[in-house]
């Protein structure tokens, strides 16, 4: 059985590890997964830890799992999911070196070990473009000037934000970007790290405490929108950040960054995906383009991310599923 621990039960690694920091991990697709890409990838006898905590969890056990990783001679990195943000916040003195994005969006999504440093990365901004350049059309907002809509103000939410905003991608740009969350620091975060972008395009924030004033915010986007669940609930969580009476946008592109789960997020969608002409897309190819990006820095080889490996490697973990 794969092993998963807690920040009480880590134990030193027996050969070059892999670590998986979330909050049910054992239930993740990756478990199965990573055998098979470890030797599809010639990375040899290497293991996949799980590292299971609450949502947002002490600081010391943040700290904890940190300096474990750090300290431990055959753990090598990590991939974190939901505690971006946390994790981040409470550890970030003990690494040697932060990379740029990571710095700019106060997350890390990846840890890794270089040349006897302890390194934090946020892949999540590379990821999570590809994943939405995958099935999203290039000159697509400028085709339709449509709004993007994001459900939670997390790492993903922010990587989502960076990379649609960047100088390079020209006019093919959401007409504004509304993100909504509980929490009102997440929103200022957000809003630091858009405005630190220099980009010109409207970053609306709103504080929504319930599924029924999400309801009420999406209502008032434009037809060809995207709305993305980027909250965590269905998988993490139970539950969808609407309630039953919302209305998708006619003609919109849904996406849960989550595949697996109870995705309620997703059975709203197809109820209406008719009736509105809705586009759905789950979260199996941001898991793909998540893993491979991580796998590629903690091992330090190359992944590329289309053409026949990439595509072999997705065909390996759909066999799982």
Not at 1 to 18: G, S
Request: proline share 5%.
């Amino acid at each position: 059985m794969p092993k998963t621990f807690t920040h009480e039960t880590l134990q030193p690694a027996t050969k070059p590890t892999l670590y998986f920091i979330g909050v049910t991990t054992g239930r993740s697709s990756i478990r199965t997964v990573f055998p098979l890409w470890a030797e599809e990838l010639g990375l040899g006898d290497v293991e996949m830890v799980g590292i299971d905590m609450e949502i947002h969890a002490p600081q010391e056990h943040y700290r904890r799992v940190v300096e474990f990783l750090k300290g431990d001679a055959l753990s090598l990195g990590a991939l974190v999911t939901t505690h971006k943000i946390d994790l981040y916040n409470a550890a970030k003195d003990l690494f040697d070196e932060v990379d740029p994005l990571a710095s700019l969006m106060n997350e890390v999504s990846c840890l890794s070990k270089k040349d006897g440093l302890f390194v934090a990365h946020a892949k999540d901004p590379i990821s999570s473009g590809l994943a939405l350049d995958a099935f999203l059309p290039a000159g697509y907002w400028n085709e339709y000037a449509a709004d993007l809509f994001i459900l939670g103000a997390g790492g993903s939410a922010i990587a989502i934000d960076w990379y649609l905003n960047r100088p390079e991608r020209g006019t093919d740009r959401p007409r504004r970007i509304i993100v909504t969350n509980r929490s009102p620091q997440r929103l200022e975060t957000m809003q630091t790290i858009h405005d630190a972008g220099g980009t010109d395009i409207v970053l609306e924030t709103v504080t929504a405490p319930t599924a029924a004033d999400n309801d009420r915010c999406v209502a008032e986007i434009s037809e060809h929108s995207v709305v993305i669940n980027a909250t965590g609930l269905g998988k993490d969580a139970p539950g969808s950040p609407f309630t039953d009476e919302v209305v998708f946008p006619r003609h919109g592109v849904i996406w849960d960054l989550n595949y697996r789960g109870n995705l309620l997020f997703l059975d709203q969608a197809h109820t209406q995906k008719e009736s509105r002409d809705l586009r759905i897309e789950d979260g199996w190819i941001y898991f793909l383009h998540g893993w491979t990006q991580v796998i590629a820095e903690v091992f330090h080889i190359d992944i590329p991310t289309s053409g026949p490996q990439f595509i072999r490697l997705g065909e390996l973990a759909a066999s799982t599923r």
